[in-house]
């Protein structure tokens, strides 16, 4: 039957697009370049990468080069594993040179949560043990094993009964070390916490970590998925801690906008995939060679200009500016950044302000009383001042 009435996106974003929450920004974006967003007449500086993704910004030439070559050639042609592919193949070895020893054999997934639920079966795997601890107020994605890990029950509640073995300890707590035993299988840590609002350890913290996994056999496993590809200052976080996992997960950041995740180890502690069964972990779109390509590009983009050298001058200048009696302080590292204020019904009215005057910021999921800061490392110094002054302009008004 035909139907004239005209109907809008927004119209039909609310009729079929399934809700995450009863309150989406619902902004309507109509294109996206560098580290602006574009939409319904105005332009938005994006401070927060889409989540901690567009790193190198939104529509790197380098990175559109990079899919529009690969589109030439290829598309999906197997399951992850069996062809080689030049894309797969070149990424994963970028990948490596980029780590320390012995870290060198790359498992590509399509996500950050899937990357996640494939270490965890590693563990399992490699080690024969059954539990797994993770952070309180740790997030590491939304399947039901990643959930598991996730350190908030106001999140786990509602999805219960979830995996069993799963224990937590408290970030940065020494005492709670001894909690890590002969029948953990792996700790997976951020090696600095995103969701619960940007927490920085000490070195010496995440040595003692390592020193622990270590005396007790179970696998170090660092989630890198928000920190990874330049945002904390050093490629990778754990550089600047003199500490190696066994394990290292990456995602977000990795794709320059195309979605891509991965989990790296050892080829001895990958090897446990092969047999017993055969095809222990399995994906078929994980690597996808288009979104392989838009990574390697993205990685020489972050190298090639140096961005993560720049993080932390960056995000020193966002403490500098971000002053004002509302704002308790500005924490993090590098791009990687969280303004505390006394609650979330402070917050939340200036972060819809600053979105009305043209800067999208956000909050974190266990902790709604900070402002995330996070946009893509290309952002100069005048658009930092630009961004700041909207905020703090925002607080006022």
Known sequence: MKNNTVVTHRQLFFQHIAQTSDFPLALEIERAEGIYLYGSGQRYLDLISGIGVSNVGHRHPRVLAAIQEQLDKYLHLMVYGEYVQTPQVELAHALAQTLPEPLSSVYF????????????????????????????????????????????????????????????????????????????????????????????????????????????????????????????????????????????????????????????????????????????????????????????????????????????????????????PAIKEVRGKGLMLAAEFESFDILKPVIDRAIAKGVITDWFLFCDNSMRIAPPLIITDEQIREACAVILNAIDS
Request: aromatic share 8%; proline share 3%.
């Open 109 to 324: 997934t399509n996500s950050g949560t899937e990357a996640i639920e494939g270490t965890m079966k590693l563990a399992k795997r490699f080690t024969g043990r059954r539990e797994i601890i993770s952070c309180f107020n740790a997030y590491h994605g939304a399947t039901q094993g990643a959930l598991s890990l996730s350190g908030s029950e106001n999140f786990k509640r509602s999805f219960r009964p979830l995996l069993p073995g799963i224990r937590h300890i408290q970030h940065a707590d020494w005492q709670h070390l001894e909690k890590i035993t002969q029948k953990t299988a792996a700790v997976i840590m951020e090696v600095v916490q995103g969701e619960a609002g940007v927490r920085v350890p000490e070195v010496a913290y995440l040595q003692a970590v390592r020193q622990r996994c270590s005396e007790v056999g179970a696998l170090l496993v660092f989630d890198e998925i928000q920190t990874g590809f330049g945002r904390t200052g050093t490629f990778w976080a754990f550089e600047d801690f003199g500490v190696v996992p066994d394990v290292l997960v990456c995602a977000k950041g990795m794709g320059g906008g195309m979605p891509i995740g991965a989990f790296i180890s050892s080829a001895e502690i990958m090897s446990v995939f092969k047999t017993n069964p055969i095809l222990g972990h399995i994906t078929t779109f994980g690597g996808h060679p288009v979104c392989s390509a838009a990574s390697l590009a993205t990685l020489r983009v972050v190298q090639d200009g140096k961005l993560h050298e720049q993080a932390e001058a960056k995000g020193q200048l966002f403490k500098q500016l971000l002053v004002h």
